[in-house]
C-alpha cells in the first residue's frame, strides 16, 4: 500500500512568486493534515481536513496560504505570493477517522520551499 | 494551550552509548504522547506512543515511560547504533486524538562509530 505522497519533494522560486504543493494521502484516510517546519524549530501545524471539508484552519499564517482538497482526496497548498519567512519543510500527514478517536498519523517526506 | 518542550540538539555519542533525549509538556486533560523519528531523507515515523500515564512504550530498543506527575516523556536507548542517527520529535495530541499533535522542536542524534 502506498503511503502518504508529496510533490514536489524540493522546490526554490522567487519571492513573490506561486508555489503550489501536493499531498495524495493514503486511500481511505478521511484526516488530512499539513504542517510545517521552519529553520529547525518545531513542527508547527498548519490546517486540518475531514474529507474536502476544513476542520480546522487555525494554524494557517496569513492569507497568502491556500489550501484546498478536492473531492476528499488529494490536497493542495498554495503559497502566493511566497516571502523567504515561508522557507521551511512542508510536511502532510493521513489518518483514517473511525469513531470517537483517529487513527494514527502517517507523514509524507515532506517538500523543502526555499524562497529566494 | 498546548506545548512541548525537548532538549535542544544537536546530540552526539558514540556507538553503543546511553540516550536520553528528555521531553515535557503542558497540556489540559489527558493528552497522549508520541515520539516520532525522522532518517536522513525519509518522512516522520512513529517510534513510540503512550495514552495515559505510567504507560511504557518500547519499539526498536527505545524506550518512554508517561509520566504525568512530572509532565515527561523523556526518550532512552541503553546502546545506541549509527543507523539511529535521526531526528526525533516529541508531540502530543489532545485526549480525544481529534485534533493536530503538537510537536517538540526536535533533536538531531548523530552517532559516530
Known amino acids: 500500500e502506498a503511503g502518504v505522497t508529496q510533490f514536489p519533494s524540493h522546490s526554490v522560486i522567487e519571492k513573490g512568486q506561486t508555489v503550489t504543493l501536493r499531498c495524495d494521502p493514503i486511500?481511505?484516510?478521511?484526516?488530512l493534515y499539513w504542517y510545517r517546519r521552519v529553520m529547525g524549530k518545531e513542527i508547527k501545524f498548519l490546517l486540518h481536513f475531514v474529507k474536502e471539508s476544513k476542520q480546522d484552519e487555525s494554524g494557517m499564517p496569513n492569507n497568502r496560504f491556500l489550501a484546498e482538497r478536492t473531492g476528499g482526496t488529494y490536497s493542495t497548498l498554495k503559497v502566493q505570493p511566497a516571502e523567504l519567512e515561508d522557507s521551511g519543510v512542508y510536511f502532510c500527514?493521513?489518518?483514517?477517522?473511525?469513531?470517537?478517536?483517529?487513527?494514527?498519523?502517517?507523514f509524507g517526506q515532506g517538500t523543502r520551499l526555499t524562497v529566494v | 494551550g498546548n506545548s512541548v518542550t525537548q532538549m535542544e540538539g544537536p546530540v552526539t555519542l558514540s556507538e553503543e552509548a546511553f540516550l536520553t533525549i528528555n521531553c515535557t509538556y503542558t497540556?489540559?486533560?489527558?493528552?497522549?504522547l508520541f515520539w516520532y523519528v525522522q532518517y536522513p531523507g525519509e518522512g516522520l515515523q512513529l517510534l513510540l506512543k503512550a495514552t495515559k500515564a505510567d504507560d511504557k512504550g518500547s519499539n526498536k530498543g527505545f524506550e518512554t515511560t508517561y509520566r504525568k506527575e512530572t509532565t515527561s516523556f523523556h526518550l532512552e536507548k541503553g546502546s545506541v547504533q549509527v543507523s539511529d542517527s535521526a531526528v526525533y520529535f516529541c508531540a502530543l495530541s489532545d485526549g480525544t486524538g481529534r485534533r493536530a499533535l503538537t510537536f517538540g522542536s526536535g533533536t538531531r542524534l548523530q552517532v559516530q562509530p
Open positions: 500527514a493521513s489518518s483514517q477517522l473511525t469513531g470517537f478517536k483517529n487513527t494514527e498519523a502517517f
Open positions: 486511500s481511505g484516510h478521511d484526516n
Open positions: 497540556a489540559t486533560g489527558y493528552p497522549s
